[in-house]
């Protein structure tokens, strides 16, 4: 792909969040997009970086896009040959423990955290480094055994549980959408994450209150994540189009 179609395709996706959040009333800073730029090549992550600086430069309301990554081997590929633009990395996919050493060169953020070995694991690598790493705790909405993530019952007390670690800063919640054709069942499960959200910042435990992060939505599903409350959607396919299939050539 062009970086030319990486530019419209970038700007479509953000004209899509700047209308969702319109059509509810939410201003079009509200929404931070994320490009999940798993297999994808450095170059083409680098043209879309530079397509979004530009959009900005041009006077578009948006905050810099994120970069995601599911695989910590692809996040210390690609991450030193993007330094120079200093963009914002966060872990999207599970972490295992002995990765997370190498991911935190270079993440500011796990969203990923799904049980409570993982955040101790991760404040005993961050606490005396000075600048907390902030941590999305991942919930299962939709009960689907292939996703990951905590079932919505035990969401509350993990999350309780990591934002008294110390060195860690319990930013909010992730989930993946239901797999379904049914608009009707794909914002219930994200209103089940706000409703998470929601309980735990009005819990009043320590380090709770500014939890108000929602990351959820992706490219097929972003408009019903942004009309039930989404902070941040994760977008791949949007923006990089289909991603090769595994073992293809290139």
Avoid: Y
């Amino acid at each position: 792909m062009s970086s030319t179609d990486v530019a419209q395709r970038l700007e479509q996706v953000h004209e899509r969040v700047g209308a969702a959040c319109a059509a509810v009333g939410r201003g079009p800073g509200e929404v931070r997009v994320l490009l999940a730029t798993k297999t994808m090549d450095v170059a083409v992550v680098r043209a879309a970086l530079l397509a979004d600086a530009r959009l900005r430069a041009a006077g578009s309301p948006t905050a810099p896009v994120l970069l995601g990554e599911n695989r910590v081997q692809e996040l210390v590929a690609k991450a030193p040959d993007l330094a120079d633009l200093s963009p914002t990395w966060h872990v999207i996919g599970p972490l295992q423990s002995n990765k997370v050493n190498a991911a935190l060169r270079w993440a500011a953020g796990v969203e990923s955290v799904a049980d409570h070995s993982l955040a101790v694991r991760l404040s005993q690598r961050v606490r005396d480094r000075g600048v907390p790493l902030d941590v999305w705790v991942q919930v299962n909405v939709s009960g689907e055994p292939t996703k990951h993530g905590v079932p919505p019952g035990a969401a509350a007390e993990l999350a309780t549980d990591v934002a008294a670690l110390p060195g860690l800063r319990l930013a909010g919640f992730m989930t993946i959408g239901a797999r379904s054709a049914d608009e009707h069942v794909v914002r219930a499960g994200f209103a089940r994450l706000r409703a998470v959200r929601d309980e735990v910042v009005g819990s009043g435990a320590p380090g709770t209150r500014d939890a108000r992060g929602l990351s959820m939505g992706m490219s097929s599903d972003l408009e019903a994540a942004v009309a039930e409350g989404a902070t941040v959607v994760r977008v791949g396919t949007a923006v990089f189009g289909a991603r090769p299939a595994p073992g293809a050539a290139g």
